[in-house]
């Protein structure tokens, strides 16, 4: 075909125009690679920075729980123990559950409200009075009021809230029956109560694990959910061995988390 049909210098001018068009088009794959990469990098940075976060918030809420736990001599070791029974015995009951972190932290940080209780009342030797038990059953809802702004904490306050509930209604702070109890907390009150049972105290030896089952078994449909007890006791019955040297050691490499990574928080792994 002959150029000139098209008009004189009609094909050059449209040559170099694309040409043009074509080295700005590279600029252009260039400048958006470079943007693209900056914006991994800002994201990675504010990861970082998120995670960073969550875990100073939750290593201070942790010492805050420990504070607790120290001013009280004869319940040393009870979070890092009842958390352990807890997280095992969610496992058997509803493992999606149990894979929650904010569980775990819910079971550790069940009685940080007591930071708001006056050492007076909270390391009193005798008995408390009325008016001091009155002040005692705020722990949960100074606990959870503590909890609850922080958002990726979620389900750990129904824990902290509602842990002192009864399965029979008469238990603090909200008299919730039966269902109505969220169900980590359900699981948690036998875990605890296992473990207050299992634990010398000033006034009283450890019982043995025989017995604290049978109490758990009498408080049944009274204080704790049926279902949950029965779970509870077969775990104890399978598993008790692996449970108690899992909890000799504070950790397990076989799923036991005592000491959840705060990083699972974000679903992310380490930097
Ligand atoms: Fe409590």
Redo the contacts with the bound molecule.
Sequence with gaps: MDDHAFGPGTSGAGDADLAALQAQLVVFARELGMLYHLERARSRELERALRSIHETYLATMKALAQVVEAKDETTRGHLDRTQAYGLALARRIDPALADRPELAYGFFL??IG?VGIPERILCKPGPLSEEEWDVMKT??EIGAQIVEPIRFLGGATVVIRH??ERFDGRGYPAGLRGEEIPLPARIFAVADAFDAMTSDRPYRPARPVERALQELIGGRGTQFDPAVVEEFVSLVEEEGERLAAAVRAGSSSDGWSVDPTPGDLLGVGPP
């Design positions: 069940h009685d007591k722990h949960p842990h002192h």
